[in-house]
């Protein structure tokens, strides 16, 4: 009997998950197949509830259900739940538990793409929303020197300082304008763009949250926008010389984890990321 997979959200149409989840399952000869569904927000709890039939081997959350499927599981680890945000559900045996693979795909996207380690390193992150939780968790763990979140809205990226300082990290919050972000920009080892400026089809798509006279030339800049492959805020850090990483990289190694849950096989993730590039190049 074929297994099956998946991955819901809503939309879900501009998801490259498919491509690259199914790649990797015909690379390693398995009989499931990796779908995915589109999900109106009413209809959440009956289709997580479906998701216990012995066929189904788990699936992946994308927005905007990441905290609407939670009420429905069994079980959800530590990291999910201090994240507040379930990106991977593994059916064991009718046994539905949530987990978050962002912050593990954010922290091997640096390290294995740029060999980043960020113990000890002063981080500024831009934006305080889903994403921005995952990464300031996954850096508060990782014993980052310091955290600096700018936010449009400051209130929210003081909750952000919050969950650093609750992990022993030094935080600020500041605003995403005005002479405290430039500060915070020239200092910093680290630059995480959480924020969606820049994000084709956003309503920032040609934007970007810092200009190249901003960005000093030896800071790493990581964008966790994938589409486009380079942002407008990478062209800006490569104008001055800096590193960069774009967000296809967290994105496949956050699926690679989630891969390996659901198969308990080693993801092939050169296959993943390869197939996801080509996806990237078709949609232009």
Known sequence: MTSRLGIIGYPI?????????QAALNHLGLDTSYQAWEVAPA??????????????????????????????LDEVDDWATTAGAVNTIVNHQGR????????????????????FTPQGRRILVLGAGGAARGVVLALSQENAASLT???????????????????????????????????????????????????????????????????????LVNDLVYNPRETPLLREAKKCGARTLGGI????????????????????????????????????
């Open 13 to 21: 149409a501009h998801s490259i998950s498919p491509v690259f989840q």
């Open 43 to 72: 209809d959440v709890g009956g289709f997580v509830r479906n998701l216990r039939k012995p066929e189904t081997l788990g699936i992946n959350v994308t927005l905007p259900h990441k905290e609407a499927v939670i009420p429905f």
């Open 96 to 115: 539905l538990t949530g987990h978050n693979t962002d912050g593990a795909g954010f922290l091997r996207a640096l390290h294995e793409e740029i060999g």
């Open 149 to 219: 979140i700018a936010n449009r809205t400051v209130s929210r990226a003081q909750v952000m300082a919050q969950l650093a300082m609750d992990n022993g990290i030094e935080s600020a919050a500041i605003s995403l304008s005005g002479p405290e972000l430039d500060i915070a920009v020239q200092s910093s080892d680290l630059i995480v763009n959480c924020t969606s400026i820049g994000m084709t089809h956003g309503p920032d798509e040609c934007e970007s949250p810092l200009g190249s006279t901003q960005i000093p030339s030896t800071v």
């Open 249 to 284: 990289h967290m994105l496949v190694y956050q699926g690679a984890s989630s891969f390996e849950m659901w198969t308990g096989q080693p993801a092939p993730v050169a296959v993943m990321l390869e197939a996801a590039l080509r996806a990237m190049e078709s949609r232009g």
